[in-house]
């Protein structure tokens, strides 16, 4: 390919002594970046985010998908209820009603546990870029 051709034609050498070269490939590695990459995304101003960190935010982004489907069957189970209900005069007894409430808590307190373990992926982005 013609080097006028390519979408990136400049080419930039710099010269780093052991220690800067050391952690720049470290943070690097740390990113799951290219060379090139980090240094353009550095360059621009973008933020950085280590790849450990990316794993975390992906883990929670999953917790949160599987909570939210299991929300979805929690509202149909309770649609079907009232659908039986309004058709044939059912009312539902203490009992069901008690174990959906006691499910709402249990999908309540994961909610909570998710939210914190988000404010804690957050205060340690915010200690390591000060």
């Known amino acids: 390919m013609n080097k006028a051709n390519r979408k990136r034609n400049k080419s930039v050498t710099i010269r780093m002594n052991d220690i800067e070269y050391s952690d720049f490939q470290n943070k690097v590695t740390e990113s799951g970046l290219t060379q090139q990459a980090y240094v353009i995304n550095a360059v621009r101003g973008a933020t ?50 008690g174990n959906i409430a006691a499910q709402l808590g249990i999908y309540r307190k994961e909610s909570e546990d998710i939210w914190q373990s988000i404010r804690s992926s957050i205060n340690q982005q915010k200690a390591t870029v000060q």
């Open 48 to 97: 950085i985010t280590p790849s450990d960190q990316i794993a975390v935010l992906k883990e929670i982004s999953k917790t949160f998908a599987d909570q939210e489907r299991q929300f979805r069957g929690l509202a149909t189970n309770v649609n079907q209820m009232a659908h039986v209900a309004n058709g044939q005069g059912y009312v539902p007894s203490a009992q069901e009603l």
